[in-house]
Structures are given as structure tokens and as C-alpha cells.
């Protein structure tokens, strides 16, 4: 009887691993996915490439995700120093992330989330938990299969929601690096398991040689090979070049790389981001996708709205001026959202943006004319720390004084509140105890479930929170709303003791968090347009929905 019992259930569970099996291959089936790895050189812009593909798809009709895979081992790069990672994006959910993110939201208008932003870091931990939870039953741990199959699980996550016909990873990184190879080991599996559901696009460089005055497609064919010897072999290649290539060229690189020539696609330098979907739809890349994954009946391409934007932003003459102020003026990837955003609004008004990005460190109250004098607005930068902040306070100081629109963001919003303190209400010791712990009015202040925290990484207030906005405010009549919800980033805020102070005294705080009455916004009415924002509303801004507050800062700038 027991003997019974045990084969039955055994046959049991064959029949549900059966079962669970076909159903995890149904959904696969219908989800296709599309691998963009990069070879000879870093900094190509797969996130771009991979972002304009993601908008091809979805101007046909179909549902898009993408995500990035990175190959390093912080668990998410919210540890990163700017330096090293440039901006650090921040889902809905909390969740920081690589900057390509943003590109994916702002190409797609869809908002991503943790699934879509994994790091070598995360793979492991998740693996190590397990381990020693006991779950691989004695079992040694390795990189294959343990790893790859982390790996795999992850990459089939947001498919498998059903959510999506087209899921896009972006592999980072590049072909070649010894942390890459269990991401390629991963695609190389999936291609095996998924079949035609699965293709291969390999960004690589075609360099010109000035000297000979020639293109060169060698580092092309030996970073295919590399790929070809990890096991798969790419069947579309993206080249991105300076200058447009010739037939002749594609053709070689083609019989070298074993790609067909119309699946050589070219990526070469257009005079905006913006412009790559356009470059890659001419060369039929997403015609070729769907012969290659055997996709028949697609919709007819729709790029209506992209293109409106694309022309505006082509045939506006006149320009606004906007400096934005900051202490990392050499790494404007540091501020990408920020640039994007202020590009986008711009457009909208159809103006050239002409962004001058200030130093902090450099600005004084004695050549604070020189720099600010010729701007139509004022952008005060997020950021972390002492360095560079003086020059901000100094450049809010000239703001009100001159009456220029300055639009404060995170830190930039704890900026305005210590400069008006100090020289408005004469609190000379004002400060955020993020710069002096002591200070004599620690007007901006650690938030309490801050005070108790050790660890550094994922513990800032992060991710999208409810405003309230006054209903007489300039939010108010940007987002022609009262309740809004923004994404944020940071440990500090205003201290609500001086709330009245400041009230009394010209200051107002227009947008609260309804549950903690923490500040968000916070205006000068008696100036022309002078608001700061706790919240990031640099990650809320896309080609098709520009943020309002931006709008309304472009605005009066044109003013
Ligand atoms: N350093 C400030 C804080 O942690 C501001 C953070 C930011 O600008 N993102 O509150």
C-alpha cells in the first residue's frame, strides 16, 4: 500500500513537472527574445541600439520590455560613484539602476522596474541564499549550472509574465571579459532551448583610420569569432561607425561574420539620440527581426509622434539658455535624466536647448555674473556632500536676486531652502547636518528611519511616493493636478520646525507627502519662478510625455 502511495505520487509529480513544463513553454512561445551583446570596445551605445529596436517593436503594435544584465559585482549601482557609472536611475519601485534604464523609459514610455536591471552581484546572492537555505541538496554549487541557470531564470522573468511579445536584454559589457561568460553561456543555452524564439544582435565598431583613410571591419570579425567560439553566432550585426559604410564593406564584414548582408546594419553618428530608431527602420532591421523569427502579418509601422518630435527638435531656431549647476560638469552622464529632460521640454516649446553645465566648485560671488548673467534659467543639480556646495548657494543667491527662473532638484531643493535661511532670514549657521552635523540650524535634516541605518547600499528613501500640491502653486498648474506621484532618492529633509519661519518670510511649501507631511515642493512666490523639488522628476520625463515641471521651466525661460 505505502509502496502504492509513493509510486503514485511519484508519477505525480513527473506528470506536474509535465505539466509545469508545457506551460513554462507555451508562455515562452509567445514571448520572443532578443539578445544585444557589444564587441571590440565599450561605450557604443547598446543602450541606445537596444532602446531603438525596443521602439521599432512597439511602433508595430507589439508589447516591449527591455532590461540590462551587468556583469559587476555590486549588488545594484547604487553604491557607484558617479565617476565610475555615471547617473544612477531609480525605478518606480525603489529600485537603483543602471542609467540605461532611463533611455529605455524615455524611448519607450513605459516604466521599468527591479526585474529589469540585474547585476552579476544579485546572481550570486540570490544563489548563495539558496545554498545555504539547503536548497541544492548537497549538490556542489558551480557556475555551470547554478549561475546560468540564475541567470536564465531572470532573463525569462518579465516574459513569463505574459505581459510582453518582445523581451530585449541588453548583455553589458563586452564580448571577450571573463565576467561576461556566463551571460553568453546563458544566451547560448536559450538559443538552443527557444529556438527561433530567441536571435542575437552583436553591436560592434568599425574604426576609421584617418592616416590610411580607411574603415577597418578586422576588430568586427575577431570580436564575432570570440562570440562564435563562446557558441553563438550572431544573426544580425549592428556596426556603429562615424561615417556611413560602404556596400562593399557590409558585404565583407557579412562573408567574414557569417551574417546575411541584409542583416548587416549600420549605426553611425547621427546629430541626436533620438534619430537611431529612424537610422535603423531605414536599413529594415525590424522587417529582418520578424523574417528571422519567423513573424508574419506585422502592423504597419507607426512613428507619427517620434517623428513630430524629431522635426521639431530639427527645425527650431531659437534657443534657451539654461545653466546647470553641478560638481559633474566633465561627466555629463552624471545628469543624464536632467539633460534629456531639459532637451525634451525644450522641444516641446520649440527651442534648441543650449545647456552650459557650470561647475560648482568654480563659481563665486565675484564671478557669478560672468557665468549666470547670459542664462534664461538656473538648474541646481542633485548630489552628495561638501564638495561644490557653496557655488550653488551662490548661484541661487544671483537667481533671486536677478529674478532667473531656478528650479532646484534634491539636493538642489535643500540648497534653496539653506540659502534663503541664511541670507533671508539671517541664519547664518544654516545647514543640512548631511554637511555639518552640528550645524547651528540644521534646517535640512536626517530623516528619522535614517538615524538608525548601518548599511549603505538600497537604504535612501527611494522609489515613487504621493504629493499633495496646493492648488494655488506653479506644480499645481504644471501637473494640472493635486495628487501626483514622483520617484526620489536621498536620506535628507527639510525640518518642518522651520516651516513657519520661512512661511513668514516668503517661502512656500506647496507639495507635501500626505502620509509623513515631509516637503517636496517648495516656491517663491514672489519671484518670477523659483521651485525646488525633494523628488527626481528628471526619471518621469519621456520623448512622448515630457515631466510639466520641466515644461513649465522651459517656459519661463522663454519668458
Ligand atoms: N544628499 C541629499 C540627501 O541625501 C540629496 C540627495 C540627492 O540629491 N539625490 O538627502
Redesign the pocket.
Known amino acids: 500500500m505505502t509502496l502504492f502511495l509513493t509510486f503514485n505520487f511519484q508519477i505525480l509529480k513527473y506528470y506536474c513537472t509535465f505539466v509545469s513544463l508545457k506551460i513554462n513553454i507555451t508562455t515562452v512561445a509567445e514571448t520572443r527574445y532578443i539578445f544585444v551583446t557589444g564587441g571590440v570596445v565599450s561605450s557604443l551605445g547598446k543602450g541606445i541600439v537596444s532602446a531603438s529596436l525596443g521602439k521599432l517593436l512597439q511602433a508595430r503594435g507589439y508589447r516591449v520590455t527591455i532590461q540590462k544584465f551587468d556583469p559587476y559585482i555590486n549588488i545594484d549601482p547604487g553604491t557607484l560613484n558617479p565617476y565610475e557609472h555615471g547617473e544612477c536611475y531609480v525605478t518606480i519601485d525603489g529600485h537603483e539602476a543602471d542609467l540605461d534604464l532611463g533611455h529605455y523609459e524615455r524611448f519607450l514610455n513605459i516604466p521599468t522596474t527591479k526585474a529589469n536591471n540585474i547585476t552579476t552581484g544579485r546572481i550570486y546572492l540570490n544563489v548563495i541564499n539558496r545554498e545555504r537555505k539547503g536548497d541544492f541538496l548537497g549538490k556542489t554549487v558551480q557556475v555551470v549550472p547554478h549561475i546560468t541557470d540564475e541567470i536564465k531564470r531572470n532573463i525569462m522573468l518579465l516574459g513569463n509574465t505574459g505581459e510582453y511579445d518582445f523581451v530585449i536584454t541588453e548583455i553589458g559589457g563586452t564580448v571577450g571579459d571573463i565576467e561576461s561568460l556566463p551571460y553568453i553561456e546563458s544566451v547560448r543555452q536559450l538559443r538552443w532551448e527557444l529556438g527561433k524564439n530567441c536571435l542575437c544582435v552583436h553591436l560592434t565598431y568599425v574604426p576609421y583610420i584617418a592616416a590610411a583613410k580607411e574603415v577597418k571591419t578586422k576588430p568586427t570579425q575577431h570580436s564575432v569569432k570570440t562570440l562564435q567560439e563562446q557558441g553563438i553566432q550572431p544573426q544580425i550585426l549592428v556596426l556603429r561607425t562615424e561615417k556611413q559604410l560602404s556596400e562593399n564593406i557590409c558585404h565583407k564584414t557579412a562573408l567574414f561574420c557569417n551574417v546575411d548582408e541584409n542583416a548587416v546594419i549600420q549605426s553611425y553618428d547621427v546629430p541626436s539620440i533620438y534619430e537611431v530608431p529612424i537610422v535603423l527602420a531605414q536599413q529594415k532591421m525590424d522587417k529582418i527581426i520578424f523574417q528571422k523569427m519567423g513573424i508574419s502579418g506585422e502592423k504597419k509601422l507607426d512613428l507619427k509622434q517620434w517623428k513630430d518630435f524629431l522635426k521639431s527638435m530639427q527645425t527650431a531656431r531659437k534657443t534657451v539658455k539654461i545653466g546647470l549647476v553641478g560638481k559633474y560638469v566633465e561627466l555629463p552622464d552624471a545628469y543624464k535624466s536632467i539633460i534629456e529632460s531639459l532637451l525634451q521640454a525644450a522641444t516641446y516649446h520649440r527651442r534648441k536647448l543650449d545647456l552650459r553645465l557650470i561647475h560648482s566648485e568654480k563659481l563665486t560671488e565675484e564671478n557669478a555674473n560672468e557665468y549666470l548673467d547670459g542664462m534664461d534659467g538656473i538648474v541646481i ?5 561638501q564638495r561644490g556646495i557653496e557655488g550653488k548657494f551662490v548661484a541661487l543667491k544671483y537667481a533671486r536676486k536677478y529674478d532667473k527662473p531656478a528650479f532646484g ?4 531643493m ?1 540648497c534653496m531652502v539653506i540659502e534663503y535661511a541664511r541670507n533671508v532670514l539671517g541664519l547664518t549657521q544654516a545647514n ?1 547636518t ?1 554637511m555639518d552635523p552640528d550645524a547651528g540650524d540644521k534646517v ?1 535634516d536626517l530623516m528619522e528611519e535614517q538615524k538608525n541605518l548601518t548599511l549603505m547600499g538600497g537604504s ?1 528613501r527611494l522609489g515613487a511616493y504621493d504629493c499633495r500640491l496646493e492648488k494655488d502653486s506653479i506644480a499645481y498648474r504644471a501637473y494640472q493636478s493635486e495628487q501626483i506621484r514622483e520617484r526620489h ?5 527639510f525640518n518642518n520646525e522651520y516651516k513657519a519661519l520661512l512661511e513668514a518670510n516668503g517661502m512656500k511649501f506647496t507639495g507635501i507627502n500626505p502620509e509623513t507631511g515631509l516637503v517636496e515642493v517648495l516656491e517663491v512666490p514672489g519671484l518670477k519662478w523659483y521651485l525646488g523639488v525633494q523628488y ?1 522628476p528628471e526619471y518621469n520625463s519621456t520623448v512622448v510625455k515630457p515631466n510639466p515641471l520641466f515644461m513649465s521651466f522651459i517656459e519661463a525661460a522663454t519668458k
Open positions: 543639480a542633485p548630489g552628495f556632500g532638484i534634491c539636493l538642489g535643500q543640512s548631511e535640512i535612501m532618492r536621498h536620506r535628507y529633509e527626481h
